[in-house]
């Protein structure tokens, strides 16, 4: 059996690609003349950031920031802490924070907050996913990929205990 067989597909590579580019369309009409550092959330966004990073014919930057929420759990502990800061300072650049997914909206929350009070230009999000059944507090997505049901998904990143983030497809764990 290969990997990704017991899952059932919700976006298969065709469709992400697809998706990703129309994205990424958007954010370089948007970004033209302006400072752009990509923040992608580690470690769920790697996957995402890099196909969205090649789609934008715009000269920016690449940073990322690690945070853990998680631990093991696939519940939201609600305690957010920066586990890896970025590598450089983000003052007067306009960030586009990317995420694989927004669940409960905790750790964008915090996020937010955090990387406001470093005096960027500006700072936007661009989520892959996202679960708006489990929104627990309002977050502005300005460029979202899907909106997804409230299942458990994994692939293109994002991780079930570390596994199925090397996926080209995004599949939701059967029964989680
Ligand atoms: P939030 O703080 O509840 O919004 O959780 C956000 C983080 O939890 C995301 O960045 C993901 O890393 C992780 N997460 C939430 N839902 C899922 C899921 O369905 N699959 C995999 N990871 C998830
Ligand atoms: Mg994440």
Request: aromatic content about 6%; overall charge neutral; glycine content about 8%.
């Amino acid at each position: 059996m290969k990997l990704g067989d017991e899952l059932e597909v919700l976006y298969t590579q065709q469709q992400i690609a697809a998706r990703v580019r129309e994205m990424a369309a958007e954010i370089e009409r948007d970004h033209r003349g302006k400072d752009l550092v990509l923040v992608g959330v580690l470690k769920g966004a790697f996957v995402f950031v890099s196909d969205l990073a090649r789609l934008i014919d715009l000269p920016l930057s690449v940073d990322f920031i690690g945070l853990s929420s998680y631990g093991e759990e696939t519940e939201s502990s609600g305690v957010v802490k920066i586990t890896s800061d970025l590598t450089r300072p983000i003052e007067a650049k306009h960030v586009l924070i990317v995420e694989d997914i927004v669940d409960t909206g905790l750790t964008m929350r915090y996020l937010l907050d955090n990387l406001s009070t470093r005096r960027p230009a500006s700072v936007k999000i661009c989520a892959l996913l996202q679960k708006p059944s489990r929104l627990r507090t309002r977050i502005p997505i300005q460029y979202l990929g899907f909106t997804v049901p409230d299942l458990f998904v994994v692939g293109y990143g994002l991780d079930s205990g570390e596994k199925y983030r090397n996926l080209p497809f995004i599949g939701a764990v059967k029964g989680a």
